[in-house]
C-alpha cells in the first residue's frame, strides 16, 4: 500500500503555510503581496474555526487572537511587507478580528482595501441553546410559583436578576447566543416572551427562522 497522494497533499500544504509565513522579496508587486496577505488570513481563520469547534463555537476572544494570545496556532504569519510577525492592526499586511452577535470577522488589510472573512454558529445549534436555556427558565418560573402559594410571577420578574432569576435554587441564567448576554424578554432570535395567567403562564423562545418554541409545562 502506499501514500503517494497523501505526501503530495501534505507537501503542497506545507507549501502554502511556508508562502504565508515567508517576508516579499523587495520590490514585488502589490498584488503578488496582497495574495500572501489573503493566505495568511485564511490561515488565522482556520485557527480561530478549529478553537470554536473545540468549545462549542464559542469564539476566540479578541485578545487571544495574536502571536502568544493564547490561540493555538503551529505557524504563526509573518506580514509579507515587513517580515515581521502580523498584528491587530490596520495597516498594510496585519489583520483586525472582531467579535459579532453571530461569530466573528477577520479582516486583512492590503495594499489598497481589505480581505473580509467571517465566521458565525450554525443557527441549529444557537436554537438548541435557546431551547434548552428557556426550559430552564420554565424551571425556575414553576419554582417561584411552588413558593408563592401557585401563582406565577409577573413578566417584569422573570429576568436575570429579577426575582425569578435570583431566587434560591436558581444557580445559572441562560445565556442569549445571538447577543452574547443573559436570554431577555423580546422578540428577536433568542429572546422569549412570557405572560401570566395567575396560576398558569405563557412562555416561548424566539428561533433563528422567525418561529417559536415552548417548552411545555
Excluded at 497533499?9 to 506545507?14: A, S, Y
Excluded at 401557585?150 to 434560591?168: D, E, I, K, L, R
Excluded at 428577536?188 to 418554541?213: E, P
Aim: aromatic share 10%.
Amino acid at each position: 500500500m502506499t501514500h503517494r497522494p497523501t505526501r503530495i497533499v501534505l507537501f503542497v500544504l506545507l507549501s502554502a503555510l511556508g508562502l504565508a509565513a515567508l517576508p516579499c522579496a523587495a520590490g514585488a508587486a502589490p498584488s503578488f503581496v496582497d495574495t500572501q496577505v489573503k493566505a495568511n488570513i485564511l490561515l488565522l481563520q482556520g485557527y480561530i474555526n478549529a478553537a470554536a469547534i473545540e468549545s462549542e463555537f464559542v469564539y476566540p476572544a479578541v485578545a487571544t487572537v495574536k502571536q502568544g494570545g493564547g490561540l493555538v496556532a503551529p505557524i504563526w504569519p509573518a506580514n509579507p511587507w515587513t517580515g515581521k510577525t502580523m498584528v491587530p492592526a490596520k495597516s498594510r499586511g496585519n489583520y483586525t478580528y472582531s467579535l459579532t452577535p453571530a461569530g466573528y470577522r477577520l479582516i486583512g488589510h492590503l495594499s489598497k482595501g481589505a480581505y473580509v472573512v467571517a465566521g458565525a454558529m450554525p443557527a441549529w445549534l444557537r436554537d438548541d441553546s435557546a431551547r434548552t436555556g428557556v426550559s430552564l427558565i420554565a424551571q425556575y418560573v414553576d419554582m417561584w410559583a411552588r413558593a408563592n402559594g401557585g401563582v406565577s410571577p409577573t413578566a417584569g420578574q422573570v429576568a436575570a436578576g429579577g426575582p425569578v432569576g435570583t431566587q434560591p435554587g436558581a444557580y445559572l441564567w441562560p445565556q442569549d447566543l445571538w447577543r452574547r448576554a443573559d436570554m431577555t424578554l423580546g422578540t428577536g432570535a433568542g429572546q422569549f416572551t412570557y405572560v401570566s395567567h395567575g396560576a398558569s403562564y405563557a412562555l416561548n423562545v424566539h428561533l433563528a427562522d422567525g418561529t417559536t418554541w415552548s417548552p411545555g409545562h
